[in-house]
């Protein structure tokens, strides 16, 4: 692997034999080294081999800035992210999540903690992701000596759950678990049930609100159909269902100005009269 930028004396960008670009990792790799010349590949320890080129410049930044211990925690938390999930994640997690962990290190360190006012929702609506955070706590710990508290763990969630829904923006990720929380609560008053959070169909209702609520914080619609027969249908087989989704609409319009399209009105009926009957039974 051939030299083409050093970043610090642990990091360099590199281009293998195919001419693709890397950044490898390694302790004092780059020490004495100069553009062009070459890294064997047996003294590097982590090879990051980025989607897009706004990626990678963004990460160059990142390790440039960064102790070597804290990125190599960060790699392993996703590395068991994307084990324990079963499924890729948007590579912008590599600058999301690696930061918020360094930064989150820093910050204990200082003596500032900060409070996560969604933790509760985040358990409930994550709980893969919150899982994770758990263990990611512990190997933070185990690393670095830093004992940070259970709202990183949440924090470190919705940091996943993000990279997921192939969202780069933080912010969007804590509105749309709001969202979550309102329209949950709205179904659970309107029923008076309490859900089984063990259920499929719950898993099933909670996977379609997060959709729906990142379409309501990004004010996309849901693509209208011009066969209103089905839509007709659900509303009569599922009366309750349909007035619960009418108090949503309400909701939404009032606050969020976003008005429910007839298509998502028929698929959160549908996901609420599964939810609610399986849960009253």
């Known amino acids: 692997m051939r030299i083409s930028k050093i970043l610090n004396n642990n990091a360099a960008v590199v281009r293998d034999n195919l001419g693709q670009e890397k950044i490898v990792m390694g302790r004092g790799i780059c020490f004495k080294k ?3 010349e070459e890294i064997e590949g047996a003294v590097v320890d982590k090879v990051f081999s980025l989607s897009t080129a706004d990626v990678s410049s ?19 938390i996703i590395a068991e992210a994307k084990r324990q999930l079963g499924r ?3 590579d912008m997690v590599y600058i999301s999540l690696i930061d918020h962990v360094h930064t989150s290190i820093m910050r204990f360190l200082d003596g500032v903690t900060v409070k996560n006012v969604l933790l509760w929702d985040i358990r409930r609506f994550y709980r893969e992701e919150y899982r994770i955070g758990l263990w990611a706590l512990k190997k933070i710990e185990k690393e670095s000596g830093v004992q940070l508290p259970e709202d990183e763990a949440g924090f470190i969630a919705l940091h996943l759950a993000n990279a997921q829904m192939d969202q780069a923006v933080m912010h969007n990720m804590y ?4 969202v979550m929380q309102e329209v949950s609560n ?19 209702f909670i996977t379609h609100l997060k959709f729906f609520a990142k379409r309501l914080v ?17 509303k009569k087989k599922y009366p309750e269902a349909y007035r619960c989704v009418e108090k949503i609409g ?12 007839k298509e998502e009105q028929l698929y959160l009926s549908i996901h609420i009269e599964r939810v609610v009957s399986k849960t009253r039974r």
């Open 186 to 204: 709205i179904v659970k008053y309107f029923f008076r049930v309490d859900f089984d959070e063990e259920n499929v169909y719950y898993y099933r």
């Open 34 to 36: 100069k553009t062009g």
């Open 88 to 90: 890729e994640l948007n």
């Open 218 to 234: 990004e004010h996309s619609l849901y693509p209208e159909s011009e066969d209103d027969d089905l839509w007709t249908v659900i």
């Open 175 to 178: 509105e749309i678990t709001r």
């Open 250 to 261: 309400q909701f939404t319009e009032k606050k969020y100005h976003y008005q429910l399209s």
């Open 58 to 76: 963004k990460f160059q930044r990142l390790v440039q800035d960064m102790p070597m211990e804290h990125m190599v925690i960060g790699e392993e």
